[in-house]
């Protein structure tokens, strides 16, 4: 039987369609673990991405998950121009209260079994307590604690990567990069928001912040000197930027044709609720996008220094160079009068096509 004879809402058809090397399922009773690992391409080196603890609907939704969360990795690490692939892992549970040592060191055994292919970090629902209970069964995970020679909370570079996507965005719009005076609204101020929020005043930037926590709103207002606004009348504020730090899919086709600011440029994840029909709707309305895996890979540059070694200055001088980066995707979205998110895309996919050949050539 051919693999386009399969239904096409099968696991070997989703492979299929979405390109992906290998998904490995795990289960065991005795811990109750049950994941899956899912590693969507090696070119440029091993799959690296995140373990997710949720409590996923079906395996079916948790599959869909791991598959769309992998790929993304593998363009954010081709476009930062590290020497990692793309992969994910999620574990089907609640966090609070299935989550045991056992459960991850089972887990941990799972990914010494894929012989380096696979490195794991910490993601939604897991931590790095999680982490070095996974590195007693392995060595390919990151993102553990300092105490113990890894590389600690990656929040400072991934905000610091946002920050510098901010002033390349700024820089192409309004042809210089200061942040003074801009007003900016940053919705989500968790460890990578405040961090970012207290880079922009630091530019005398005028910042607007939301949260669904009312009480850490206030403090970080008061810290900050930042001005607390309700999540329903962000998208009505008259300001240029919009810094979309928590939940993904805010940009939609309501919030779109409510929105009243010159750029979006924040640290979520898929921030496009469909990438080819709101990437489109922003360039006809004439606001630049700084594509979210390209301006938050400051998590990934951080897992990537921990392997590789490097100290925390060159960590950050890596998470810096998303300036440049984003700087090329914004210059081929006017060339080519496309949206961002897709010469973002472009520019990934032609590194990864370049080194396959190199390595075809070995």
């Known amino acids: 039987m051919v693999l386009s004879q399969f239904d096409e809402h099968s696991v070997f058809s989703k492979l299929e369609k979405s390109g992906h090397q290998k998904v490995v399922y795990c289960s065991d009773p005795d811990t109750g673990l049950k994941a899956i690992i899912a590693i969507h391409d090696t070119t440029l080196g091993p799959a690296l991405g995140g373990t997710r603890m949720f409590p996923y609907k079906n395996e079916t939704e948790a599959l869909n998950d791991v598959l769309r969360l992998s790929r993304s990795m593998t363009y954010k690490a081709a476009i930062t121009g590290l020497n990692l692939g793309g992969g994910k892992a999620v574990i089907i549970g609640d ?58 909370d990656p929040s400072p570079v991934t905000a610091r990567g946002v920050f510098m ?11 210089n990069d200061s942040l003074a005076g801009k007003s900016i609204a940053v919705q989500g101020i968790g460890h990578v928001g405040e961090i970012l929020v207290g880079l922009l005043r630091n530019e005398n930037a005028k910042v607007y912040i939301s949260d669904i926590n009312e009480e850490r709103l206030s403090q970080v ?14 998208f009505d ?20 044709n409510r929105l009243r600011c010159s750029i979006i440029a924040g640290s979520a994840n898929n921030q496009l609720a469909d ?14 996008y700084a594509p979210d895996y390209l301006i938050n890979a400051g998590g990934l540059i951080n897992c990537y220094s921990e392997i590789a070694g490097f100290n925390k200055k ?21 060339e080519e009068n496309i949206p961002t998110n897709e010469a ?17 050539a070995w």
Do not use: W
């Not at 990438?275 to 630049?288: A, F, S, W």
């Not at 060159?314 to 995707?329: D, G, H, P, S």
């Open 95 to 152: 966090s609070r209260l299935q989550k045991s040592e056992a459960l991850m060191r089972r887990f941990g055994r799972f990914i010494e079994n894929l012989n380096g292919s696979f490195i794991t970090a910490e993601d939604v629902g897991t931590n790095p307590k999680d982490m070095e209970y996974i590195r007693m069964e392995t060595k390919y995970v990151t993102g553990i604690p300092e105490s113990i020679g890894g590389s600690g």
């Open 165 to 175: 996507g901010i002033k390349a965005s700024v820089k192409e719009f309004f042809g």
């Open 221 to 234: 207002s008061q810290k900050y000197g930042a001005e607390a606004i309700s999540t329903n009348s962000l």
């Open 237 to 256: 504020l008259d300001i240029d930027i919009y810094s979309p730090c928590a939940l993904g899919a805010t940009v939609n086709t309501e919030t779109i």
């Open 275 to 288: 990438e080819q029909v709101h990437g489109k709707m922003l360039l006809d309305k004439g606001i630049l």
């Open 314 to 334: 060159k960590t950050l001088q890596m998470a810096e160079n998303i300036y440049e980066a984003t700087r090329r995707v914004l210059k081929k979205s006017k």
């Open 344 to 360: 973002a895309n472009r520019i990934a996919e032609k590194r990864i096509e370049d080194i396959r050949k190199i390595k075809a």
